[in-house]
C-alpha cells in the first residue's frame, strides 16, 4: 500500500542541479522545458531525472528529446524539451526509515514543478537489490558501475520473453539467467526445449541431457489429434473415415490391456499404455472380416503408414522396438521433469535429431505434459518450461504449425501461474509468434532488432513504460537489451554479464573464412556426413 502522504512539499536538497520545469502533463506523460545553457552531464534517451511532489520524489525516465524551434545558429538559446515517462517514487523517510524506491505513482507532479536531474544516490536506490529473492544478471547501460538484478518470483510467476535477431546474444542471456536460478534453487524444475543442441554444453554436470537417442515418448502417451498428425501428416484433414476407424481400434487396445473391463475414465487420450500388435492384429481382424473388397482402402492406408512408421529409425523414441510394453510413465516424467533432482535441476531435450515434420507434435506433447504435470501436483512441483526459437512451433499462421502445439502453449501462458508453470519464450522472430502467447509475457528482455514488424509486436506486447528506449533496439550491441516488466525495478537497457566459455552455449557462427581459406576437405569428409546422414546421428 501507498504511504499517507504529508501536508507539505519537503524542499529540494542543497546539491540537487534544477534542470527544467514541467510544461505539460497527460496520463503518466510529463513535458519538461529544459534550461537554456543547462551545464553538467547532458539528458540521454534512458536518462533519469527527479520531480519533488507532497510526501515523495517522483523519478522519470526521458524517453524523447528535441528542439522544437532550432536556430540556425544553433545557438544556446534554443528550446530544449524532454519528453519524461514517470516510473516510480521515493517516499519521505519517515520515523528514521530507509528510503526505498517503489513503483507507481501516488501524486503526480503539477504545472510548474520544477526537474531536477539525479544524484548518484538516487539512481543506487533505484536499482538496489530488491528485497525479493533476485538474481544479477548484468549491468545498467548507463552506469556500469550499477548491476541489474531480476526478481525470479516475478520473473518466472507471470511468464519472459528473450527476442533478438540472430547473433545479438540471446542464448547466452538465456543460458545466465537459468545459471542464475538454479545456483539459488538446487532443487528447481527446468525443461529447455533446444532445438539446435547448444544448451548442453552450458550446464555440464548439471543438466540431464535427453538426446534424440535416448528420447522417451512411447506413442501411448500422444493425444489421438497429436497421433492423428504423426500417422497422417498433411493427410490428417481428408482421413475422417481412417480417423474413425484408428480411434475404435485404440479405444479396444486400451479396454483390453484392462482386461477388457471398460470404465468411464479412460478415454482414447488416456496415457495408458496398450500394445502397437494388438492394435495392428485387430486391424487384421477387421480387414479379414470385410465381404466388399473396395472398402479395404482406408485399413490399408493405416497398416501402411503404421509399417513405416515402426521401421523408421527416427520414430524410434516413439516405437520402441521392444515387444514388452511397460508403464514406465513415472520413469520418463522423472527423468524430464526432474523427480528427483539429483543435483541436476535442468533437463535438457535436444530435438535436433526428431524429423521435423513431427517436432510441433513432439513439442506439443511436451508442452501439455508440462501443464498436467504440474496441475496434478497441486502447485507443489512448479515447472520452468525455456522454449528455443518459440516461432517455429507456436506460429501465429493458422496454416503453419499444429493448433495443439500453439493450443498447449497459449493454455501455460494464460492458466500457469496458477499451478506452477512458468513459460520462457525465446525467439528472433517474435512477429511470427501467435499473440496469444507473447501478450501473456509480462517481462520482456528485447535484444538488436532490426525488423519494423518484430520492433512494433514488442512495442505492442509490452506493458510498461520504455516506449522511447524501443527506438534504440536497432543500435544494441551484442549482449544489450531492453528489460521490461514485473521482474525488474525499471525500464532499463542492460548489458548482460559475459560468461566464462565453459558456461556460454555452443551457438558459434560457423567461421567460413577459416574453413575456405584452402581446399581442406576430402572425400573422406563427405564419406562422414553421409555416414551420419543415413544413420541420424549428428
Not at 503 to 524: C, I, L, Y
Request: hydrophobic share 40%; aromatic share 6%; charged share 20%.
Amino acid at each position: 500500500m501507498l504511504s499517507e502522504q504529508s501536508n507539505t512539499v519537503e524542499l529540494p536538497a542543497a546539491d540537487d542541479r534544477n534542470i527544467g520545469r514541467v510544461v505539460s502533463l497527460s496520463g503518466s506523460t510529463v513535458i519538461g522545458l529544459i534550461n537554456v545553457g543547462n551545464s553538467g552531464k547532458p539528458l540521454q534517451i534512458g536518462s533519469l531525472v527527479k520531480m519533488r511532489t507532497r510526501g515523495a520524489t517522483v523519478l522519470g525516465m526521458v524517453n524523447g528529446l528535441s528542439i522544437p524551434i532550432p536556430d540556425g545558429d544553433a545557438s544556446n538559446e534554443e528550446m530544449r524539451v524532454a519528453e519524461m515517462e514517470l516510473v516510480g517514487e521515493v517516499p519521505d523517510a519517515a520515523n528514521g526509515d530507509a528510503r526505498h524506491f517503489r513503483r507507481g505513482v501516488s501524486t503526480s507532479p503539477t504545472l510548474g514543478d520544477h526537474v531536477y536531474d539525479t544524484s548518484p544516490d538516487d539512481i543506487a536506490l533505484v536499482y538496489a537489490r530488491p528485497s525479493e529473492l533476485a538474481i544479477e544478471i548484468g549491468r545498467v547501460h548507463q552506469d556500469n558501475s550499477l548491476p541489474v538484478y531480476v526478481m525470479v518470483d516475478n520473473l518466472l510467476g507471470k511468464h519472459f520473453g528473450i527476442f533478438g535477431t540472430t547473433g545479438s546474444g540471446k542464448s547466452c542471456a538465456v543460458a545466465l539467467i537459468l545459471h542464475g536460478i538454479i545456483k539459488q534453487h538446487t532443487g528447481a524444475h527446468v525443461v529447455v526445449l533446444d532445438p539446435h543442441g547448444e544448451y548442453a554444453h552450458a550446464f555440464g554436470d548439471q543438466a540431464e541431457r535427453i538426446e534424440p537417442s535416448d528420447l522417451q515418448l512411447p506413442y501411448w502417451l500422444f493425444t489421438f489429434e497429436e497421433l492423428l498428425e504423426i500417422v497422417f501428416g498433411a493427410d490428417t484433414p481428408d482421413m475422417v473415415v481412417e480417423a474413425g476407424i484408428l480411434r475404435e481400434l485404440i479405444q479396444n487396445c486400451k479396454t483390453a490391456m484392462l482386461g477388457g473391463e471398460r470404465t468411464g475414465t479412460i478415454t482414447v487420450d488416456t496415457p495408458l499404455p496398450y500394445k502397437m500388435g494388438d492394435l495392428t492384429r485387430m486391424l487384421d481382424e477387421l480387414m479379414g472380416r470385410l465381404e466388399n473388397r473396395s472398402d479395404l482402402a482406408p485399413y490399408q492406408r493405416i497398416r501402411n503408414r503404421l509399417n513405416s512408421l515402426l521401421s523408421d529409425r527416427r520414430y524410434s523414441f516413439m516405437f520402441p522396438s521392444s515387444l514388452v510394453v511397460r508403464d514406465n510413465l513415472t520413469a520418463i516424467l522423472g527423468r524430464i521433469y526432474r523427480v528427483p533432482v539429483n543435483g541436476k535441476p535442468l533437463s535438457i531435450l535436444n530435438l535436433s535429431g526428431v524429423p521435423s515434420e513431427v517436432l510441433n507434435v513432439v513439442v506439443s506433447v511436451l508442452a501439455r505434459m508440462t501443464f498436467d504435470v504440474a496441475m496434478w501436483s497441486d502447485q507443489q512441483m512448479p515447472i520452468l518450461l525455456v522454449c528455443e526459437e518459440a516461432h517455429r512451433y507456436a506460429n501465429n499462421s493458422q496454416n503453419e504449425g499444429f493448433e495443439p502445439t500453439r493450443r498447449a502453449l497459449a493454455r501455460i501462458a494464460k492458466e500457469g501461474r496458477k499451478y506452477g508453470v512458468s513459460l520462457g519464450i525465446v525467439s528472433q522472430r517474435p512477429g511470427e509468434l501467435a499473440t496469444s502467447v507473447l501478450s501473456q509475457c509480462n517481462s520482456i528482455f528485447a535484444m538488436r532488432m532490426t525488423n519494423q514488424r518484430d520492433q512494433d509486436i514488442i512495442r505492442a506486447a509490452m506493458s510498461d513504460a520504455g516506449g522511447g528506449l524501443l527506438d534504440t533496439l536497432p543500435t544494441l550491441g551484442d549482449a544489450e537489451a531492453i528489460a521490461v516488466g514485473e521482474a525488474v525495478t525499471v525500464p532499463m537497457r542492460l548489458r548482460f554479464d559475459e560468461l566464462p566459455p565453459e558456461k556460454m552455449p555452443k551457438s558459434n557462427t560457423a567461421e567460413f573464412s577459416s574453413h575456405w581459406a584452402n581446399d581442406g576437405a576430402g572425400t573422406d569428409v563427405l564419406d562422414a556426413i553421409v555416414a551420419r546422414w543415413r544413420r541420424q546421428l549428428r
